[in-house]
C-alpha cells in the first residue's frame, strides 16, 4: 500500500512490526526507492506500506512544478513490481496532482462512492472529467485506467438505496471507461470494529449476518474477484478451500 493521502488514516490502520525511515515525502519528493528505507512492514504478513508523512500536503505543490509531476510515480513503481502481487495507491478524494499522478500511474482506478443520487452523479461526472483531462497523456503512450465506481456503506433493505443502484447501474452500462462495480460494500458496524482492531475486516466478519446480508468476508471476496478475476483459484472457497479457511 502507498499512502498518498496527506491525512495518513490508512498509514495509521495497522500496527507496524517494522516502520521505516522514510515514506511519501522520500519516494515521491526526493524520488527514494531503497525498499529497505521507504517500506514499512504491518503485522499482516506480507503486507507492506509506504507510510504517508506529508501532514502540510507539499508534495502536491512541489509535483505541480515538477516537469514530470503527473509521471513521477508511473517511473518509480517499477521497483515494487519484483516482490508485490499488487500495489494499492490511496489518495485523498477531491481532485489535486496527487491524484492525477496516481491514475496515471494504475491499472484500474476504483472510487468508493456512497448511494445517494447526487453524490454518486456528481462522483462519476468528476471522474469521468478527471480521465478526459488526463486523455492527451495517450499522446505519451501513457494511457488512463478504466474506472470503477463501488458503492459504500450500502443498506440494501432502504427502498430508495436499491432504487438508486438500479439506476446508476442502467447509467453507467453506456461508458466503458467508468463503470459501476457489480459487488457493494455494506454499511456494517464490523468496518468500525475492524478498523479500531487495526485487522482487515474479513478476519471479524466472517458469518452471513442472521437477517440474510453478506459478512464482510464475503463482500471482499465478491469485490476481490470481479476486480481481480485471475484470483478465482485463490480466493474462491470451492476452488481453495483451505487458503480461504486460513486468510
Ligand atoms: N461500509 C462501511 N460500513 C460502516 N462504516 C464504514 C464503511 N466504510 C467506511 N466506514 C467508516 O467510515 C469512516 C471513513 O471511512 P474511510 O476511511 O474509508 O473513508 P475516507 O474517505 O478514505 O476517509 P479519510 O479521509 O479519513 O481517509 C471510517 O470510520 C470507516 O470505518
Ligand atoms: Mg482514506
Redesign the pocket.
Given at each position: 500500500m502507498i499512502d498518498l493521502?496527506s491525512?495518513p488514516?490508512l498509514s495509521s490502520y495497522y500496527p507496524l512490526t517494522c516502520a521505516g525511515t522514510a515514506g511519501s515525502v522520500e519516494l515521491i519528493g526526493h524520488r527514494l526507492v531503497d525498499l529497505d528505507q521507504i517500506v514499512s512492514r504491518t503485522c499482516i504478513e506480507g503486507l507492506h506500506v509506504v507510510l504517508s508523512n506529508d501532514p502540510l500536503g507539499q508534495l502536491n505543490t512541489l509535483l505541480l512544478h515538477a516537469p514530470d509531476g503527473r509521471l513521477r510515480l508511473k517511473n518509480l513503481l517499477h521497483v515494487f513490481e519484483p516482490f508485490y502481487d499488487v500495489v494499492l495507491i490511496d489518495t485523498?478524494?477531491a481532485r489535486s496532482v496527487i491524484v492525477e499522478m496516481s491514475v496515471l500511474a494504475s491499472d484500474m482506478m476504483i472510487s468508493p462512492i456512497p448511494p445517494e443520487m447526487l453524490a454518486a452523479r456528481e462522483l462519476h461526472r468528476g471522474t469521468l472529467a478527471l480521465l478526459q483531462s488526463l486523455a492527451p497523456y495517450e499522446q505519451l503512450g501513457v494511457r488512463p485506467p478504466p474506472a470503477r465506481l463501488l458503492l459504500?456503506?450500502v443498506n440494501l433493505s432502504r427502498r430508495d438505496t436499491r432504487l438508486i443502484i438500479q439506476s446508476l447501474s442502467a447509467d453507467f452500462v453506456a461508458h466503458d471507461k467508468v463503470t459501476l462495480c457489480s459487488a457493494v460494500?455494506?454499511?456494517?458496524?464490523a468496518?468500525?470494529n475492524a478498523?479500531s482492531l487495526g485487522l482487515p475486516v474479513h478476519r471479524i466478519d466472517y458469518r452471513p449476518s442472521p437477517s440474510g446480508g453478506l459478512s464482510a468476508a464475503q463482500s471482499m471476496r465478491q469485490l476481490a474477484l470481479e476486480l481481480f478475476p485471475e484470483w478465482h483459484r485463490l480466493i474462491d472457497p470451492a476452488s481453495a478451500p483451505d487458503v480461504c479457511a486460513r486468510y
Open positions: 493521502d491525512q488514516t485523498q478524494g459504500n456503506q460494500v455494506l454499511d456494517r458496524v468496518y468500525l478498523a
